[in-house]
């Protein structure tokens, strides 16, 4: 059958789905794996059967492209629930087992299983938010019948994977395989095989709040549960998003089908989770998103450069300016794993970046994203000095002083002496010439823009600049080295404000009329941050700082 192989491992049938590179339910994938159950589950030589991923991944996902193909009518919608049904209802227990990620769809069709295997080094998620979406195969259904509603609902309206082990923890596995997939996976079918077993949906006694203790009230009647004590769980979800994602109608809506799973009946709640779907389907929002998730993957292709072309090895960094930039920089850098020496001309000027990264990171460890002990790992990597010592090991240098042209070229000039032949030479101007900064070295072939967004720590776009002498080897290192950094990269030619700031200089420009036309600067900001943004234009002016905002202007005042 197309998609997928069938093997007999004596009495186990092992369903093994192949459709590269990530196993992708695309169109013909769903039919495949329910007809390959159903004739498993009819041969009487098989006693249990298992579902298993070929390459690198159980089941990355649906295929993106056909949600666009839905929403234009070039495709029927889909219908996964009735096809993903067969594996819940077969005569034989099914065995989902779990290798690289089991997300959105995948998840949805590993919930149809009657028992889940996973890899250590495997993670499971329902990312389907992040697209503007809601699983709309049972996923909001199945998942808090397995792992809870409160393992569900942070799941389902927020959109991070979950590790093995915590997979196993919550209840979405039921063993944690370390060795071989598949012969763990034989070996767990075999003890299963002839045992009782459940659907999936048939499972009732984790749909209540997990701080509610059941009574006679609250256990399930009927298929569902409705619970004075589970309702606080929703409202604190709602609560939640509204913080979270201002705006956003996913994450609502998703709350809003797990709540159904507590008050409605299986069919009834799928039901309504379709609804809601569909709703978001159709949304300018998740077409957005959409957009934005192709565009980020269409950023990474380099045009007219060899993949032949080899980045350089990044294992050492420094960064020349400890100001909000340079401090945040230096930040990535340790979170990445990668020691950074972090020099400033002014005794003071260090120790002011110093106290603004400490304080970062007690903010981070306070709110729980971040143990003590890494905290403190990450800053160790860190080391603060006045004069260009241990320069000379970096492998990338990285400048953030003051958005001056004489004042970086001076810096470039120093660093060009001390600098060894092969590193990295990347500035972070948010608007220079990067030929003219590249003209105060000896080798503009390794120089490049590396313009990152504030606060550097927290932004994932990263700016990659490239001048007319920027080498291919060059280019090729800043990508990866984003990649590495866990940053978004976007190559830009030289030209002023490269891309970002040539975007928000118009939206930055109206902001400043409606304050002439009489708004206030809270009026401002709060719509755009009721609308969504993180914070206000104006606030986001003033972060970046005013003084830097003039500095570009004079250096352009010919232009202007």
Not at 102 to 108: K, P, R, V
Not at 230 to 239: H, K, T
Not at 418 to 446: G, Y
Request: contains cysteine; charged residues 20%; aromatic residues 6%.
């Amino acid at each position: 059958m197309p998609f997928v192989h069938t093997s007999l491992h004596a009495n186990i049938a092992v369903l093994t789905i192949h459709n590269p590179p990530v196993n992708a339910l695309s169109p013909g994938v769903p039919e495949a794996i329910a007809e390959a159950v159903e004739v498993a589950g009819r041969n009487p030589e098989v006693a249990a059967i298992i579902v298993i991923g070929a390459g690198h991944t159980f089941i990355a996902g649906a295929d993106i492209r056909e949600f666009g193909k839905i929403v234009s009518g070039q495709r029927p919608p889909l219908n996964l629930l009735p096809l993903l049904q067969v594996i819940e209802d077969s005569p034989k227990p099914v065995v989902i087992a779990i290798h690289g990620a089991a997300l959105g769809g995948g998840l949805e069709t590993a919930l149809c299983g009657h028992y889940r295997v996973i890899a250590a080094a495997a993670q499971v998620g329902q990312p389907e938010v992040k697209l503007g979406l809601i699983p709309g195969a049972g996923g909001t259904q199945r998942l808090p019948r397995v792992a809870g509603i409160a393992k569900a609902l942070e799941m389902c309206a927020w959109g991070e994977p979950v590790p093995a082990r915590d997979a196993v923890q919550c209840g979405i596995a039921d063993r944690l395989v370390e060795g071989d997939l598949l012969a763990g996976a034989i070996e767990f079918a075999r003890e299963i095989a002839y045992q009782p077993f459940r659907k999936t949906r048939e499972r009732n006694d984790k749909l209540h709040a997990a701080s509610a203790v059941p009574t006679a009230e609250t256990e399930p009647r009927g298929g569902h549960v409705a619970s004075e004590t589970s309702s606080d769980i929703f409202a604190a979800a709602r609560s939640e998003a509204a913080k979270r994602a201002r705006g956003q109608q996913a994450p609502l809506a998703a709350v809003e089908a797990v709540e159904a799973a507590t008050r409605l009946p299986f069919a009834g709640g799928c039901a309504r989770e379709a609804e809601l779907f569909r709703d978001c389907l159709y949304s300018t929002q998740s077409k957005a998103l959409i957009h934005a998730f192709f565009a980020e993957r269409a950023a990474a292709k380099i045009p007219g450069i060899s993949k032949a072309v080899k980045p350089l090895d990044i294992q050492r960094a420094a960064v020349v300016g400890a100001g909000t930039m340079g401090a945040a920089i230096a930040m990535t850098y340790a979170n990445a794993g990668i020691p950074v020496l972090l020099k400033d001309s002014d005794a003071a000027a260090l120790e002011r970046g110093l106290d603004r990264i400490r304080d970062n990171y007690a903010k981070t460890v306070a709110k729980g994203r971040l143990s003590a002990q890494a905290a403190a790992d990450r800053i160790a990597r860190i080391t603060p000095q006045l004069d260009y010592n241990g320069f000379e090991h970096a492998d990338v240098i990285t400048e953030a002083v003051f958005e001056s042209t004489e004042a970086k070229k001076q810096v470039w000039r120093e660093l060009d002496r001390v600098a060894k032949p092969d590193c990295l030479l990347a500035t972070n101007t948010s608007s220079l010439d990067i030929d003219e900064l590249a003209s105060a070295t000896s080798r503009p072939h390794l120089f490049i823009g590396n313009h990152f967004f504030s606060p550097a720590h927290v932004m994932r776009l990263l700016e990659v600049v490239r001048g007319r002498a920027t080498s291919d080897e060059a280019i090729v290192t800043s990508m990866a080295l984003a990649r590495k950094l866990g940053k978004v990269a976007v190559l830009a030619r030289n030209s002023r404000g490269f891309i970002g700031n040539r975007m928000v200089g118009p939206y930055l420009r109206e902001a400043q009329f409606l304050l002439e036309e009489g708004a206030s600067v809270e009026q401002v900001n709060d719509a755009l941050y009721t609308f969504g943004m993180a914070m206000g234009p104006l606030a986001v002016d003033d972060l970046s700082g005013l003084d830097i905002s003039h500095a570009i202007r004079k250096e352009f005042a010919h232009l202007e």
